[in-house]
């Protein structure tokens, strides 16, 4: 089930962060993981990954990506940047 807006993430995710990019960062892991695969259980992982961080970094666009290609479907073709 995606979800719509970062009103509708479960309280969790408000409770580990309070920062609004944060918690805008997990909605759009969830729903493209989601998107792509439809499991609900890897989405969940994925997104969860975000909050796991200790860096206040927002990823960009095509890091959230290869990061769901390596972890998520396993098929990563590019190299990751230190």
């Given at each position: 089930?995606?979800?719509?807006?970062?009103?509708?993430?479960?309280?969790?995710?408000?409770?580990?962060?309070?920062?609004?990019?944060?918690?805008?960062?997990?909605l759009?892991?969830?729903?493209s993981?989601?998107?792509?695969?439809?499991?609900?259980?890897?989405?969940?992982?994925?997104?969860?990954?975000?909050?796991?961080?200790?860096?206040?970094?927002?990823?960009?666009?095509?890091?959230?990506?290869?990061?769901?290609?390596?972890?998520?479907?396993?098929?990563?073709?590019?190299?990751?940047k230190?």
């Amino acid at each position: 089930m995606p979800y719509s807006s970062v009103r509708d993430i479960p309280d969790y995710v408000n409770k580990k962060t309070k920062d609004k990019k944060k918690r805008r960062q997990w909605l759009r892991v969830f729903n493209s993981v989601y998107s792509r695969i439809n499991s609900e259980a890897r989405a969940f992982a994925a997104a969860n990954a975000v909050l796991g961080r200790s860096t206040k970094k927002v990823f960009t666009r095509q890091e959230v990506d290869e990061f769901i290609n390596f972890y998520v479907r396993g098929d990563f073709k590019g190299e990751f940047k230190e």
